[in-house]
């Protein structure tokens, strides 16, 4: 290291100073509190660096600055504070989390209009360690880099940076493949609670019954680290897969057979009540769930693209879920950062695991429940999804159990809000998927009933999934259709056969 004390430092006065009136100004909607002054801003990063030192290890910084933001201000819309960050990422720290301060330098140059310098610095840049570089340093170039792109904020997308969109190599693009996927199913109760058994030899006749009556997918849940007991988790309590547990080898053997079958193989992490209903944005829980991703996505690195990653099922709890028990409401600021969040950390723990993982098609869920309502607040615009919604491997995935009165186990068919509402729904996700230029799996859907069994085996009911099968095909969308062989069931317990002939009728031409 060689001449650190002359590095860029900016003094905490001249911080404050230019932080006046920043709240004021701030383009998005704050939540709770008011937004971050230039002082606290420079507090956070501070945190951020304190927290970072101790764990020795950089890579932790730039999530531990990013969340710190995020649960100061509790926004709505964190789009700008989300590109600050972005920016002190990308040019603080390299791929291997280690700091650029010349990169940090020549982009605050550019976002003050100054004409760009040291190209050739750049190019010949030396990476250095994060906790090798003073912590001034740091403090200084985050803040400034946080305030500039702050304030140019004042118009939507104005002089932002856009990362640069994934090219594709081949046909294998999230909309090549989720228009591909086109019809599926759910392997339900199994792997993810182990209401049913959990072996190759009991789930095959399902498999087979469905590839036949031609579905093109599966969608297997897993819980990994509970709703099993505690010594038969997947997945210790640090997020380490066991993969030499026997229900692991079953759900490859699984995996192996839906592939050879030809079919697309949806892989989520499903109940994880671990994580949603505790999730507070510190690294522990970055840590384990990032952890648990490297893992997963480590084993199957060298699977075909048919193996598609989805990051976690249905956020709720911390993340947003609708009505009582105390959670916070899927529209609350801290509950959709906090889901953005969490897809953010399994969708960078996936790709840098590298092998085919790097263009694996990776899903990401809205909050409440994963509710096609909550499209538009979750993922309001391209750069509030993971790589910037630039990925062209990246897809999002929604349910429907809308309206509940009827969907639900407890509904009835005297709730059926009509063709037009079930189908004006999906079209609404469609328009929102088009303009993300991001394909929509709709990963659940379905009619149950816990007692009145008969409606099921109805037109009316019949009628639901065809519409909701037919719609969302014509929007260039796939399906995956709940199946549970309960409330929801779609196949008898064996897999001999179809019940209420609903299956059928969605597919028939």
Known sequence: MKNNSRRPFIKKSSIVAMGAGLASSLPYPIYGSVAPSATSLLKLVKQAKRSTSKTNGPCHFRLQLKNLIIMQSQLKAATCLTLATRVVVRYLLSVDRCCNLLAAKRMAAQRNGQPSTGNRQLTNLRRIPLKAIPTRSILGLATLILLVVLFSCAKEDEGMPTPTPTTPTDEATATAIIESMSTG??????????????????????IDLYHNAGMKHIRIPVTWMDRYTAGDHLADDDGNVNYEHTRFKELVKVIDYALS????????????????????????????????????????????????????NEPEGKLGEWGSGGWPSPTSGLALAYTRMVNEIGYHAIRETGGENETRIIMVATNGQGNEVMIEEVYPSKTSLPGGGNDAYLAIQVHSYNPWAFCGHTGSNSAWPGTSTIEEAIKKVGVHSKFLGVPVNYGEFGVGRQTNTAERNTDLVRGYYKTFATTTLSENMSYSVWDDRGWFGLVTGNGSGFVNNIVPTMLAE
Not at 187 to 200: K, P, R, V, W, Y
């Open 185 to 206: 199913f759910n392997l339900g109760n199994t792997f993810e609670n182990g209401n049913n058994a959990t072996t190759l030899a009991s789930v095959k006749p399902i």
């Open 261 to 312: 079958l030809d079919m697309y193989v949806v892989l989520n992490t499903h109940h994880e009540h671990w994580l949603k209903d505790h999730y507070d944005g510190t690294e522990a829980f970055d840590t384990k769930f990032a952890n648990l991703w490297t893992g997963i996505a480590t084993y199957f690195k060298d699977y075909p693209n048919k193996l598609i990653f989805e990051v976690l």
